[in-house]
């Protein structure tokens, strides 16, 4: 079992950047792809970004691709999620998910284990 907690959330103005963090508890942390996903109010959960067992492999969607980067530190059993050039409509609670597989997936019924999620608010 590996449980995401995320962290590094907050309030930033347009065009600014965060990083987020996603710590997750588990033994075998390096066996497991990792996804973010994000729920804004009054929509439903979206793909954001994901990342395989190794970090050789990354999936980043349409809507954030060139602004968003995601990256894993198996040592640290960490999943960062790097945000630039933030646009209002990036405002969203962000939630990590882990997956007990090499391979990630940009759907969240394939994930396991979801953390309480990270608010981000980006003012205009």
């Known amino acids: 079992q590996v449980q995401p907690v995320e962290s590094g959330g907050g309030l930033v103005q347009a065009g600014g950047s965060l990083r987020l963090s996603c710590a997750a508890s588990g033994r075998t942390f390096s066996s497991y792809a990792m996804g973010w996903f994000r729920q804004a109010p009054g929509k439903e959960r979206e793909f954001v970004a994901a990342i395989s067992w190794s970090g050789a492999y990354t999936s980043t969607a349409d809507s954030v691709k060139g602004r968003f980067m995601v990256s894993r530190d198996n040592a640290k059993n960490t999943v960062y999620l790097r945000m630039n050039s933030l646009k209002p409509e990036d405002t969203a609670v962000y939630y990590c998910?882990?997956?007990?597989?090499?391979?990630?997936?940009?759907?969240?019924?394939?994930?396991?284990?979801w953390g309480q999620g990270t608010q981000v608010t980006v003012s205009s």
């Open positions: 998910a882990s997956r007990a597989t090499a391979v990630p997936s940009t759907r969240g019924r394939d994930y396991e284990y």
